[in-house]
């Protein structure tokens, strides 16, 4: 599956964005599909995630409260609607596709597809 991620920008902070995944080759019904980001210095951390057979959403710490994932399957697109931006959300998002067990929902390790990355900046 190749995945494709768009909507990144620079913002100030308090500021939303929506960020899209729009997934090509398989449909996305078939996989857990995850949010993660880097910032610079670094390393990637997990942000969100749903998974496929029942829609269950988990969150990072961070965001919980702020941002949500969604899916719809027709379209092959995941989002992550992110609210109440801070400039500690300055990353690279990427969105990400697999089929991790329960335990492995928040490893970048159990995610078999990536897309390219869409920058974020949130200035303060």
């Known amino acids: 599956v190749q995945l494709q991620a768009s909507g990144g920008g620079l913002v100030q902070t308090g500021d939303s964005l929506r960020l899209s995944c729009a997934a090509s080759?398989?449909?996305?019904?078939?996989?857990?599909m995850g949010w993660f980001r880097q910032a610079p210095g670094r390393e990637r951390e997990f942000v969100a995630t749903?998974?496929?057979?029942?829609?269950?959403?988990y969150y990072a710490d961070s965001v919980k409260g702020r941002f949500t994932i969604s899916r719809v399957n027709d379209k092959n697109t995941v989002y992550l609607q992110m609210n109440s931006l801070k400039p500690e959300d300055t990353a690279v998002y990427y969105c990400?596709?697999?089929?991790?067990?329960?335990?492995?929902?928040?490893?970048?390790?159990?995610?078999?597809?990536w897309g390219q990355g869409t920058l974020v900046t949130v200035s303060s």
């Open positions: 080759g398989r449909p996305i019904r078939s996989y857990t």
């Open positions: 990400a596709a697999g089929t991790p067990i329960l335990s492995s929902l928040t490893e970048s390790s159990a995610y078999a597809y």
């Open positions: 749903m998974r496929w057979s029942i829609g269950s959403t």
